[in-house]
């Protein structure tokens, strides 16, 4: 290891390379650095994937220290790396690309590096002094980056997916407040873009909030499937260079240092190539996705016009909406959450292509899994963030519009069908369509209700609940 003012000259297999002298990675990360621009998105723009692998790094060294294979003041150096990490520190010096070749090989030996030279420097050395802390032989001592990668992916999403959570219980609180605001106002509900029958703004929002809370329940499902790691199983799961022991004591470790229930996967083999909880995991949030796309879809119908459209709701005005048409508003916060939700059911199929890409005992393209997913998580907080804020909490209803449509509406005709049958029914609602005429006025015009039944049977809120009939 040479030094001068700007660099210190390390080498590896494939020779030697400038690294930053004042860097604390080393030469397999700047080989990194200089093979990868593809994303431009760095390991540093997510310090929870940063911290997840400080984790994995502190119960490794822990278990190789139980395991009586580093020694105490090894353990206490690299330890003490890990937790500044932890703490936040260093993050910028996890500079490589977050697509990669190599199997996540990158990622690996950048953590690898960056704890060993702190490492180095609490011990009293210099950066590039290996041979007091080396980062393969101590750093990553009875690891591969076949079981280090997943496992800080998998904490990763997890630390994340608590994030997404959280707004997303936001966003459905805010909804609830809309479905209490909005519980007497009357409107017509809609099928297929049709008059169908009378419901209320506070039930639709209330159903909005639901259909939403069910995908809580589906993340936490999925995201169990993540806590089952391959620690020990180094290369391909046969656990050659880790001592006996290590995929349980590891496993537990992780779990005493997160919180989380971490367990070593009953069959190392089989766990280090198979990708199945990212494919699940992906999956939960393309559905999210797809859900809350369909929400933005009904709102933007819903406050379409504002002459010309339905006209019932008014979503917050945020930015003028032409360049050409003076006065136009767009619904840009349900417009902008549309597109996110286009990209992340791309993403998921992104993931399952990759999942299924995999042969033998590895499988190489998990790095855009990882990439994929990480964004898909990073994309949809935000823009659920953005549109509990920036729209559902300024949401106003046009009461008296909604109402005119229903008494206007054709559709109310289904709550006579007990009273005077589907058939008779139908031919009431064909005339009034024709006739431009009111279902009511036809209805007592052919005698075929008493104007006290039929005022009974056609109050609005009689037909928002199930109830008795009298025919």
């Known amino acids: 290891m040479e030094t001068n003012k700007k660099f210190r000259v390390e080498s590896d297999l494939l020779g030697e390379l400038q690294v930053p002298a004042e860097a604390y990675y080393g030469v397999q990360t700047q080989r990194a650095l200089n093979n990868y621009h593809i994303s431009r998105k760095k390991m540093s723009d997510y310090p929870d994937y940063v911290i997840a692998i400080a984790y994995v790094k502190l119960a490794a060294v822990q278990t190789n220290h139980q395991l009586g294979v580093i020694n105490d003041e090894i353990t206490a150096a690299i330890s003490q790396a890990c937790e500044e990490i932890i703490d936040g520190k260093m993050h910028d010096q996890f500079p490589v690309d977050m697509m990669q070749g190599g199997a996540g090989t990158s990622v690996n030996m950048n953590a690898n590096e960056v704890i060993a030279n702190r490492a180095l420097e609490i011990l009293g050395h210099q950066r590039g002094e290996y041979q007091y802390c080396y980062p393969n032989d101590h750093v990553n001592c009875g690891q591969s980056t076949n079981d280090v990668y997943p496992t800080t992916i998998?904490?990763?999403?997890?630390?994340?997916?608590?994030?997404?959570?959280?707004?997303?219980?936001?966003?459905?609180?805010?909804?609830?407040?809309?479905?209490?605001?909005?519980?007497?106002?009357?409107?017509?509900?809609?099928?297929?873009?049709?008059?169908?029958?009378?419901?209320?703004?506070?039930?639709?929002?209330?159903?909005?909030?639901?259909?939403?809370?069910?995908?809580?329940?589906?993340?936490?499902?999925?995201?169990?499937?993540?806590?089952?790691?391959?620690?020990?199983?180094?290369?391909?799961?046969?656990?050659?260079?880790?001592?006996?022991?290590?995929?349980?004591?590891?496993?537990?470790?992780?779990?005493?240092?997160?919180?989380?229930?971490?367990?070593?996967?009953?069959?190392?083999?089989?766990?280090?190539?198979?990708?199945?909880?990212?494919?699940?995991?992906?999956?939960?949030?393309?559905?999210?996705?797809?859900?809350?796309?369909?929400?933005?879809?009904?709102?933007?119908?819903?406050?379409?016009?504002?002459?010309?459209?339905?006209?019932?709701?008014?979503?917050?005005?945020?930015?003028?909406?032409?360049?050409?048409?003076?006065?136009?508003?767009?619904?840009?916060?349900?417009?902008?959450?549309?597109?996110?939700?286009?990209?992340?059911?791309?993403?998921?199929?992104?993931?399952?292509?990759?999942?299924?890409?995999?042969?033998?005992?590895?499988?190489?393209?998990?790095?855009?899994?990882?990439?994929s997913i990480i964004e898909s998580i990073t994309w949809l907080r935000n823009a659920i963030n953005t549109l509990t804020k920036e729209c559902i909490e300024g949401i106003t209803v046009n009461k008296e519009h909604c109402y005119e449509m229903v008494k206007n509406s054709i559709g109310i005709v289904t709550a006579l069908n007990p009273y005077i049958g589907y058939k008779t029914c139908t031919k009431v609602a064909k005339e009034a369509l024709e006739t431009n005429r009111s279902v009511y006025d036809i209805v007592l015009e052919q005698k075929l209700m008493t104007k006290e039944e039929l005022d009974q049977a056609l109050n609005p809120k009689n037909m928002l609940v199930s109830h008795k009939t009298t025919k």
């Open 154 to 371: 998998r904490l990763t999403m997890i630390r994340m997916n608590k994030s997404l959570v959280e707004a997303l219980t936001a966003l459905i609180t805010a909804l609830r407040i809309k479905g209490e605001e909005f519980k007497d106002v009357i409107k017509m509900g809609r099928t297929q873009l049709q008059d169908a029958v009378p419901m209320t703004s506070g039930q639709e929002f209330n159903a909005y909030a639901n259909n939403l809370a069910e995908e809580i329940l589906n993340l936490d499902r999925n995201v169990k499937l993540l806590h089952e790691i391959n620690m020990g199983g180094t290369a391909i799961g046969t656990g050659l260079n880790a001592e006996p022991g290590f995929p349980e004591i590891c496993a537990d470790r992780l779990a005493k240092l997160t919180g989380e229930p971490f367990v070593a996967a009953s069959d190392l083999v089989e766990a280090t190539p198979d990708t199945g909880a990212y494919v699940s995991y992906s999956g939960a949030l393309k559905r999210l996705a797809i859900k809350l796309s369909k929400i933005c879809n009904d709102l933007r119908l819903m406050a379409s016009g504002p002459r010309c459209g339905l006209h019932e709701i008014n979503l917050p005005a945020k930015a003028p909406g032409s360049s050409i048409m003076p006065g136009k508003v767009n619904p840009v916060i349900p417009e902008v959450t549309n597109q996110v939700c286009f990209k992340v059911i791309g993403n998921d199929t992104t993931v399952n292509f990759a999942a299924e890409a995999g042969q033998l005992q590895l499988n190489v393209m998990e790095p855009v899994i990882t990439e």
